[in-house]
């Protein structure tokens, strides 16, 4: 388990540390002081550095570049930018940026280098890439010590073949693991649902998943995940259908707004991330204030038997309330929660363990 993070010269960290991290740890802080920068570090270290995930991470923030178009034959390419995962945007030869953490977890050290033939090796690369490569330097338990490169352009972006080909291609000799599951405010899970609930339904996991939602609706008597529909699929949809009391027939359920839906996302992810880690921004999106509580025993109880490390970003009161309301009502459960301040202009995040949360809370001190 995680019990430390490192970042240098990391998006707005020059240098920054995190300690005292436990199972469930909450993140807390101002509008862009790095909360999300922080979910997303770990999940660069936990796929071990994949060039796929960096440019996941970057498309997501829309940090693209838009090449092609109607004079290039109708092509559109939309690349992805590394540039600004280096603190200060400060993208140029020999720049780098690290995180790190202990453990398992391992040391990534991204540097801008000269291309050599080796990187120039690695994947299909095109007369646009320049004589620059991002070098990837690896070393832990999970990753052992490499040097890997691919190439990238002047302006500091992804060649359009190599974010293509990079989440089949593995160089030779190194273990590269999935990435962590990430759940996004406005997003399912990166997995489909449906292949979570299956997973769901050979573990013989459906209690617990039902009994999650229940937190939200206690009326809910099951869930169904509906096949076909290829096409619905396709636009990052799934038709679910959920039995209520009282309600004749299985209803929609985004027919119930969008706790339920949360709830479920949550509960499945992790179940899906056994012995990993689950990444979560914004973990209070669409849930009521008085389901905080139960939501955080829920989130550690399964944590805890499924071996998870939580990782949740949060800019509500409520939701530090319920991790309070927690750390008084079960506190075996507290014992394994931390909330970590997050400011940029210090070096060190400030940890609150359960004693910490439940005097903030009780004093009305703001920790956010």
């Known amino acids: 388990m995680i019990t430390s993070i490192e ?169 590269v693991p999935s990435a962590p599951q990430f759940v996004s405010p406005g997003h399912i899970a990166p997995r489909s649902m449906a292949d979570m609930w299956n997973r769901v339904i050979i573990e013989e996991r459906e209690p617990e998943v039902l009994e999650a939602m229940r937190v939200v609706d206690k009326r809910l008597r099951s869930i169904v995940f509906l096949g076909g529909d290829s096409d619905f699929r396709q636009r990052g949809q799934e038709r679910v259908v959920v039995a209520m009391e009282g309600v004749s027939g299985r209803i929609p359920l985004g027919t119930l707004g969008g706790g339920l839906t949360r709830m479920l996302t949550l509960a499945l992810s992790l179940i899906q991330s056994r012995g990993g880690l689950l990444l979560v921004d914004e973990i209070e999106t669409g849930l009521h204030y008085s389901v905080m509580g139960e939501m955080w025993r829920l989130v550690s109880e399964t944590a805890r038997d499924r071996n998870t490390q939580v990782f949740a970003a949060t800019h509500s009161l409520d939701c530090v309330r319920g991790l309070a309301w927690l750390c008084a009502n079960y506190p075996e459960l507290g014992q394994e929660v931390s909330i970590q301040k997050i400011h940029p202009g210090l070096e060190q995040a400030v940890a609150f363990d359960a004693e910490g949360i439940q005097i903030t809370t009780a004093q009305e001190i703001e920790v956010r």
């Open 7 to 175: 970042l240098e010269n990391y998006r707005g960290f020059k240098q920054y540390r995190l300690d005292s991290l436990r199972r469930v740890n909450l993140l807390v802080g101002d509008n862009g002081s790095g909360k999300t920068s922080v979910l997303e570090a770990l999940q660069i270290l936990g796929s071990g550095g994949d060039p796929f995930v960096l440019g996941r991470t970057a498309s997501q923030r829309g940090e693209v570049v838009i090449k092609g178009g109607r004079k290039e034959g109708g092509l559109l390419h939309i690349d992805p930018m590394v540039t600004h995962f280096f603190h200060g945007h400060q993208f140029e030869l020999d720049a780098f940026f690290r995180v790190a953490a202990d453990g398992d977890a391992g040391d990534l050290r991204f540097r801008v280098v000269q291309r050599t033939s080796a990187a120039q090796a690695l994947l299909f690369v095109d007369d646009e890439v320049s004589d620059s490569a991002l070098a990837i330097q690896a070393e832990g338990a999970g990753h052992p010590i490499s040097a890997t490169g691919f190439p990238i352009t002047r302006e500091g972006s992804f060649c359009f073949q190599v974010l293509r080909k990079s989440e089949r291609y593995v160089p030779p000799g190194k273990y």
